[in-house]
């Protein structure tokens, strides 16, 4: 009998024990934080092995360690998922009511996702800030219907970048300026087998990546003084005359026999492509593919322009999930790692992160005055310089869907299949359908 | 006294609710699993929904989402005219190729080792054979075009041409799948009795007698199965060509407009587009055209053997 009160006793204090601990695990912030990134951007970047194994760049994980260091009460999880599935993820889970509390959002996402009462509109203090101390480029991408929904993580621009030994050997001693001198010097760097076939590309795009498809084309319709939506976003306006010249323009490419549809920038670290347009984020690629012979090879340069030197931009801002139950210490996170400025750096957290490991640009006006080792590189100076230059896409509804019909239809041209006036006008009739619906 | 009618009746009921009990698990599971989303998703197509607030605050549209696809939608029509060269090249083509390759491993020595290189493919994951084909693609330096300039043809933009890319990809579909084929092809060749060839040898029969006579129809419940999983499986035809001509930033270089099927349009309506009603209206519109195809291929091939098929 007495044996068995023991055991009773014992059961009790355990079940007690046990009690006490789910209760302070529950008293635990927890805040559900989902990336875009890939491992070593999230959990760091280590050299060596073993005991030798040492971190040289902190990722996300470090970050936000050291916050629930100084906030014990606060647990965060890092929820990764590749760019491709970010949007599909979002919407998976809130559909089953277990949606992440942070986002990184492709500013293209923002509007519909505004719309529908995704996201928390960020505190006073927040807005003040962005406002004060961001980029006007990584501002615009950030605003939705003339309001701030985030706080700008990450902008992106393009830059003409060019291999430097394909065009030295061509006897080239400078990138191209103007997109006449480009259209010129493609077709010099351009090598065809005997059977006609290209084996190194003057220029190269990419037919089925939209993004590369699309921005470069923005680019040039901006500088000849183009629009691609009216300003009440009723109206696709692509088909106008500088539309058509801009398209025009690209299709010279073809037509000189610098490029061809079957071109890929993915080649370029095999130097089988003389020059792209390409955007910021592709320094480690191209550091890893080119090894030793990265600096030999690659360079930078403002992209050709016909009338203005104009090139697209694209913003990705963290925002928080209106239905997260926790979200002051979304917010709180958000503010130590994107406003607290680090002495005597004089630099964010997340901009640190940005530079450092992410490999991009960041948007906040210290951070991208403040890194001088890396921002001041090879390869990111001149994107750094041409921010300047940089229009960001319009934050308009639906604005994948209207994405991919523009590359779409800018591919047909590329193929031959219509001509830039026809593609334009097709991707006008289409558009201003689903404008239509939404404005 | 012998068990009345009632008590036979009653027998009977408690016979077929057993049996209902040992099927609950299997039929829970089709409930479910199967049921459940394919009414779901008749629901949703006829409501204009976004996912991104709930299913209830969408709007009814009626037959909207169907209309738009059948009158008003380019890329829809675009994409049943591609699924169904797709589907046609890749089962019909395949199908006649693997009878042959059976036909021929039936007399050849090591067949069991040409089964096995044959049916390599089958259980290698789709991304490697994309990988693999892609290499093999290359316009300058691939295996395809170094083939054709041995012959003193001119090379080609496989993957990036308008006008061939589709066919270059229902290429890879074939090989990939064709070890598969050929094993179904065998194990029913293998099951065609001696004594038939026999006695047509006799009444005179040459090869192609006896192929047309007595293989192809002896061949009949095989040709079905394999038609309509094959028309099945083609028609809903996604990972290949998502890998080789789209999808993020590992692009190709294909034209969407010359590659897409509708099992892609479907899911860039639904995840990219956001318009969810319009998809599963797609996928309804995609399970009908299943449905007639696989109806009219029983109707081919009723005769001759199949009728249990009905």
């Not at chain 1, 065009?167 to 001198?181: D, Q, S, Y």
């Not at chain 1, 300047?388 to 994405?403: L, S, W």
Request: proline share 5%.
């Amino acid at each position: 009998m007495r044996r068995c009160a023991v055991l009773v006793v014992c059961f009790c204090l355990l079940l007690g024990l046990v009690a006490t601990t789910g209760s302070v695990a529950a008293a635990k912030t927890k805040l559900v934080w989902q990336v875009h990134w890939s491992d070593f951007q999230v959990e760091g970047v280590y050299k060596g092995e073993g005991a030798d194994r040492k971190l040289v760049s902190k990722g996300l994980r470090q970050y936000v360690e050291e916050y629930m260091k100084l906030h014990p009460e606060v647990e965060v999880e890092i929820q990764s998922v590749p760019m491709e599935e970010y949007l599909q993820k979002v919407l998976v889970a809130r559909s089953s009511g277990v949606a992440p509390d942070i986002y990184g959002i492709y500013s293209l996402w923002g509007v519909q996702l505004v719309q529908n009462g995704i996201l928390d509109a960020p505190p006073a203090a927040v807005v003040k800030d962005v406002h004060e101390n961001y980029t006007p480029v990584s501002v615009t991408g950030a605003t939705i219907d003339g309001k701030i929904w985030g706080i700008p993580m990450e902008v992106g621009n393009y830059c003409l970048v060019y291999n430097k030994d394909l065009l030295k050997k061509k006897g080239f001693t400078a990138p191209p300026k103007t997109w006449k001198e480009l259209v010129d010097m493609a077709s010099k760097l351009t090598v065809r087998d005997k059977s006609g076939v290209i084996t190194q590309y003057g220029f190269a795009f990419l037919a089925g990546w939209e993004s590369a498809v699309v921005h470069p084309y923005l680019g040039l319709l901006w500088d000849v003084g183009g629009e691609f939506l009216s300003p009440d976003f009723k109206k696709c306006v692509v088909n106008s005359a500088e539309g058509v010249q801009a398209l025009e323009a690209e299709l010279q490419l073809f037509k000189t026999g610098g490029t061809d549809p079957a071109g890929s920038v993915w080649t370029f670290p095999q130097e089988k492509v003389a020059m792209m347009i390409m955007a910021s984020w592709y320094e480690q690629s191209l550091r890893q593919g080119l090894g030793d012979k990265y600096d030999k090879v690659v360079g930078v340069a403002p992209v050709p322009y016909i009338r203005k030197p104009v090139n697209a931009g694209y913003t990705w801002f963290l925002a928080v999930d209106s239905a997260s139950k926790q979200k002051k210490a979304a917010w709180d996170l958000l503010t130590w790692l994107t406003a607290e400025v680090q002495k005597p750096k004089n630099t964010t957290r997340l901009g640190d992160l940005m530079v450092e490991t992410i490999g991009s640009l960041p948007c906040r006006g210290i951070d991208l005055a403040n890194h001088p080792d890396t921002l001041n590189d090879l390869y990111t100076k001149t994107f750094v310089e041409q921010l300047k230059n940089a229009k960001p896409e319009p934050n308009v509804a639906q604005g994948a869907e209207i994405k991919t019909i523009l590359a779409n239809e800018i591919v047909e041209a590329w193929h031959g299949r219509k001509s830039a006036k026809q593609a334009l006008d097709d991707a006008t009739n289409k558009i201003d359908e689903i404008l239509a619906e939404f404005y | 006294m012998s068990p009345g009618p009632t008590h036979a009746r009653r027998r009977s009921v408690k016979r077929t609710l057993t049996g209902y009990l040992f099927l609950s698990p299997a039929l829970v599971f089709y409930l479910v699993f199967l049921v459940v989303p394919i009414a779901m998703s008749l629901y949703i197509s006829f409501r204009d929904w976004n996912m991104l607030v709930p299913m209830t605050g969408s709007r009814f549209v009626g037959l909207k989402n169907y209309t738009y696809l059948l009158t008003r939608d380019e890329l829809f029509v675009i994409a049943v005219k591609n699924t169904i060269i797709y589907a046609t090249g890749t089962v019909f083509v395949g199908m006649a190729l693997a009878l042959g390759i059976a036909i021929l491993l039936l007399r050849v020595r090591g067949a069991t080792f040409w089964r096995f290189v044959m049916f390599a493919p089958v259980v290698t994951p789709s991304v490697a054979v994309a990988r693999i084909w892609g290499g093999l693609y290359r316009p300058a330096e691939g295996l395809a075009n170094a083939i054709l300039r041995m012959v003193h043809l001119p090379p080609q933009q496989w993957l990036a041409d308008p006008n061939i890319c589709l066919y270059s990809i229902i290429l890879i579909a074939v090989w990939a799948g064709i070890g598969a084929t050929v094993i179904v092809f065998t194990a029913g060749l293998k099951g065609i009795p001696e004594v038939y060839y026999d006695a047509a040898k006799l009444d005179g029969a040459g090869p192609w007698g006896e192929f047309r006579h007595i293989t192809v129809p002896m061949l009949r419940p095989t040709i079905l199965f394999l038609s309509v999983t094959g028309l099945i499986g083609a028609w809903q035809a996604f990972d290949l060509i998502f890998m080789l001509a789209v999808g993020g930033t590992e692009a190709g270089t294909s034209p969407v407009r010359s590659v897409i099927v509708l099992a892609l349009y479907l899911y860039q309506m639904a995840f990219k587009n956001l318009r969810m009603g319009r998809a599963c209206a797609g996928a309804f519109l995609l399970f009908l055209i299943v449905l007639g195809i696989s109806f009219l291929v029983l109707r081919v091939l009723r005769k001759g053997g199949v009728e249990s098929y009905e």
